[in-house]
């Protein structure tokens, strides 16, 4: 083939890729371009997880009805207009692409109309092509409708991902919008579902509640500004130490009002936190950073979702050190000091204090250390339904049998085996035991559940709440029977049996605690995820004493397993001391 400029609506289509990956780019745009026309109502209304429509509509300063065509030319921007602008970008748009980007992909269609003129304009484009162009009476602001996104570019409609993951990038982005722009009041709807909405009244503890609900709020902690000596300020909320999830997503940054993902600055942000939360555990973080406009360079990536910094190192210590500050003053870090540390006073001859103090005779009385005496008609562990106990054969056990001695520190089970000693920690062998036993009955659609006396509602965070509500069916499978009773509050009427008495509110923040980013769309792993965090919740504790028979009974249950030597979640139950190991440790083989 030879060298050729391709026509101008395909340069079109390949440039819009890079802007318009999915819907939730289309609202980031659609929205940022509101908020820079300072607009302080924007309403986002979404249907068919935006793939049939996004409308966006705010009351900011409108489009001159000459200058709306133009609005929808490839680099055509009201907002810079000198290379010397690029140096200090006070607005979200500068690059003039997004408009025609989603024009050339969609059937969109805009009103708008400016202060001061009688009536607003109306367009419609498909596919990039404008089609009409009149006058019509209109409100002062902008809307803009996109319908059939990527109706002409069907590799990317087949990218798109789940309904549910689609939207649920959807609310996060708006509800991170919120969070930056406090004074002003956004309002989402999905499918006639007013799923979030801000007050837009510019109080900070407001917007927190209405994005994280009250739960979460109410423990997140202010970070005052704090500015470093290079001039840039950080402020924000951040959580406890003893508040945390399971992946970076519940860290929010924006650099001068703009949500932006930067590695660095999540590692700075973790570093604040170094050992005061455990590996594999992220705070939730919102935080503002502000730079002098000429140290950052927004101009680095087409959906502007990434910055570059003059002096990064300058960056990363002025977060870590906001941070740092906040949370030591709260909760001093312990550190080890070696000096301090006295060996305990025993008697010479005794046993080492480990062993004579841990070790738990079966029989003997609750020790004082441990929080929870468990009471006999409480028991922890119940036993197997008796059908499944007597009728079927052993399955042939991939641990052997093996007979308790005792309890360790009130979280580990010391039994004996053929080959040595195993040291079984109670709560991920309970994990393992509640775990195979939930999905078996799941398989036969026999899990047991507890109807509450009444419904109880519960108010959770609106970007879960879209996931859960997706979930509806797959939850009601494993004894949750909860349904949406507003935009972000469920009311719950049943719980699986194996939780116990537990709180609805915390039963149903089980659930959706660790929803992940793009949550497998097999119906089955994503049961198995919930089953596994149940069972987590509902298994016994370390620091909870067993009696002798409880102990005995966990240890049988476990041999039953198809996988006893781990938990769910991949932790090992067991840790196994061969006799040959032990013979080597105190010196009668191989020492010579
Ligand atoms: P950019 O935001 O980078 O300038 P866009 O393609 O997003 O580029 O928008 C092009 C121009 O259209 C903007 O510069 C602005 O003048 C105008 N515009 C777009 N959306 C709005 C809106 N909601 N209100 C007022 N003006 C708008
Ligand atoms: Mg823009």
């Known amino acids: 083939m030879p060298i050729h400029v391709l026509p101008d609506t395909l340069a079109s289509q390949i440039a819009a890729g890079e802007v318009v990956e999915r819907p939730a780019s289309v609202v980031k745009e659609l929205a940022e371009n509101a908020l820079d026309a300072g607009a302080t109502e924007v309403n986002i209304v ?31 921007t009201s907002k810079i207009s000198t290379v ?5 970008i006070a607005t979200l748009g500068f690059r003039g692409e997004a408009l025609a980007s989603i024009a050339s ?54 990218f798109l991902k789940t309904d549910t ?16 722009w406090p004074q002003v009041r956004f309002r989402l709807h999905f499918d006639n579902r007013l799923v979030f909405q801000s007050s837009g009244s510019g109080n900070m503890d407001e917007v927190l509640l209405d994005v994280f609900g009250l739960d979460i709020a109410r423990q997140l902690i202010a970070v005052p500004p704090t500015e470093s000596p290079e001039g840039i300020t950080v ?20 650099v001068n009002g703009r949500w932006i993902q930067d590695a660095k600055l999540n590692a700075a942000v973790t570093q604040a936190y170094h050992t005061l939360l455990m590996v594999g555990r ?28 003059r002096n990064p190192n300058a960056a990363f210590s002025a977060v870590e050190r ?55 008609d409480d028991s922890p562990i119940p036993p197997l339904p008796a059908s499944e106990a007597t009728q079927q054969p052993l399955p042939t056990p991939e641990i052997p049998l093996m007979r308790v001695i005792g309890q360790v520190g009130a979280a580990y089970i010391v039994a004996e085996g053929p080959d040595g000693l195993y040291l079984i920690d109670q709560h991920a062998a309970h994990e393992r035991i509640l775990f195979e036993v939930f999905m078996e009955q799941a398989q036969h659609q026999e899990i047991a559940s507890q ?91 370390a620091g909870q004493v067993l009696t002798t028979q409880e102990q005995a009974e966990l240890v049988r249950q476990l041999e039953r397993c198809d996988s006893p030597r781990t938990c769910p979640h991949g932790r090992p139950t067991m840790i196994h001391l061969s006799v040959d190991m032990l013979e080597r440790q105190f010196g009668r083989k191989g020492a010579r």
């Open 46 to 76: 979404v249907e068919g997880a935006g793939r049939q429509l996004i409308r966006v509509s705010d009351n900011g300063s409108g489009i001159p009805a000459g200058e709306a065509p133009l609005a929808f030319q490839r680099h055509a």
């Open 84 to 88: 010397d602008d690029l140096n200090s």
């Open 105 to 158: 992909v969609s059937r969109t269609h805009i009103i708008s109309r400016i202060e001061g003129e009688a009536s607003g304009v109306q367009l419609r484009f498909e596919g990039g092509k404008l089609l009409s162009q009149q006058m019509i009476g209109a409100p002062r602001g902008t809307v803009i409708s996109v319908e059939n996104l990527f109706f002409n570019v069907p590799a990317r409609l087949k």
């Open 165 to 180: 993951s689609e939207r649920s990038h959807i609310t996060r982005l708006v509800t991170r919008l919120a969070l930056a």
């Open 235 to 254: 402020s924000g909320y951040i959580s406890p130490p003893s508040l945390s999830r399971a992946n970076r997503r519940e860290i929010t940054l924006f």
């Open 282 to 309: 992220y705070p939730i973080v919102v935080l503002l950073i502000d730079v002098p406009h000429g140290d950052v360079d927004v101009n680095v990536h087409p959906a502007k979702a990434e910055v570059r910094f």
């Open 322 to 376: 906001a941070l740092r500050q906040v949370l030591v003053q709260r909760s001093p870090v312990p550190e080890f000091a070696p000096s301090q540390w006295q060996p305990p006073e025993r008697d010479p001859g005794s046993l080492p204090p480990t062993w004579s103090s841990l070790l738990v005779p079966a029989e003997a009385a609750p020790l004082p250390f441990a929080p929870q005496p468990t009471r006999p």
């Open 451 to 541: 109807v509450l006396l009444q419904p109880v509602t519960v108010d959770v965070p609106p970007d879960a709440a879209a996931q859960l509500f997706d979930q509806i069916d797959t939850l009601k499978a494993l004894g949750f029977e909860i349904e949406p009773f507003g935009p972000s509050t469920v009311k719950v009427r049943s719980l699986p049996a194996v939780l116990g008495n537990i709180d609805p509110a915390r039963a149903v923040r089980v659930v959706i605690e660790d929803f992940e980013e793009d949550e497998t769309p097999f119906e089955s792993e994503r049961e198995a995820k919930i089953v596994a965090r149940v069972c987590k919740r509902a298994a016994v504790r």
